[in-house]
């Protein structure tokens, strides 16, 4: 089956720093792969995603890239905000259902 | 589109009693997916309902169980609760039994 391994964290971040969170996955096939992100006390929130190699998924600063040769999807930004303080996710999904697996999770906390 | 609703969002819980969650899918979509996040072995797959028939299951004693109905409203019941079923419960909800949104969880605490 599908696994994941991230940094677990805490990644302490100064506010406008950058950021990177990695992720490397095994999957059986050719996998899409997802970000999610919770914020304390919430669920889960899809932050990008992208369908095949090399495909850039993007969103709210965010940027991920899907890269088969290394199995990896590493997340990035370029300048963190306090707000972005939150758990995020990485997980392969194979299409028709499967369970979504998923990792610890990376905690990232951005100071002022 | 509402985003996917659970009720209630808190639960508080005596050992040996049982409990119903319940989840609304965004409206369109037909999958809804239950998961177990707790401290301690992280964010599990319960099981997954489609068209009101259980398509998929993980590892969780029979204690767990759940139900669809006709219009993708999703119950799950837990039994007999015991001290290690308290966690965050998340309801997810797929289009396409594929890219899943989640609600925002009901938080169930036993004592």
């Known amino acids: 089956g599908n696994s994941v391994t991230q940094m677990e964290g805490p990644v302490t971040l100064s506010e406008e720093a950058f950021l990177t969170i990695n992720c490397t996955y095994t999957a059986t096939g050719y996998p899409s792969l997802f970000w999610y992100v919770q914020y304390p006390g919430e669920g889960l929130q899809l932050l990008l995603k992208?369908?095949?190699?090399?495909d850039k998924g993007s969103n709210k600063g965010f940027e991920a890239t899907y890269r088969k040769e290394t199995t990896s999807f590493h997340l990035e930004k370029g300048s963190v905000q306090v707000s972005d303080s939150a758990v995020y996710f990485c997980t392969p999904m194979n299409t028709g259902f499967q369970k979504l697996v998923f990792g610890t999770g990376t905690r990232l906390l951005v100071s002022p | 589109k509402a985003g996917v609703t659970q009720t209630p969002r808190y639960l508080i819980k005596t050992r040996g009693q049982q409990v119903t969650l319940s989840c609304s899918p965004i409206s369109g979509h037909r999958s809804v997916s239950w998961y177990q996040q707790t401290p301690g072995q992280g964010l599990q797959f319960l099981f997954e309902?489609?068209?009101?028939?259980?398509?998929n299951k993980g590892n969780f004693p029979g204690r767990f169980s759940g139900r669809q109905f006709s219009n993708s409203r999703s119950e799950m019941n837990v039994s007999t609760l015991e001290l290690g079923d308290s966690a965050l419960y998340l309801c997810?909800?797929?289009?396409?039994?594929?890219?899943?949104?989640f609600g925002p969880g009901t938080r169930l605490t036993v004592t």
């Open positions: 997810a909800s797929s289009p396409d039994r594929y890219e899943q949104y």
């Open positions: 992208a369908t095949k190699a090399d």
């Open positions: 309902y489609f068209s009101e028939t259980q398509r």
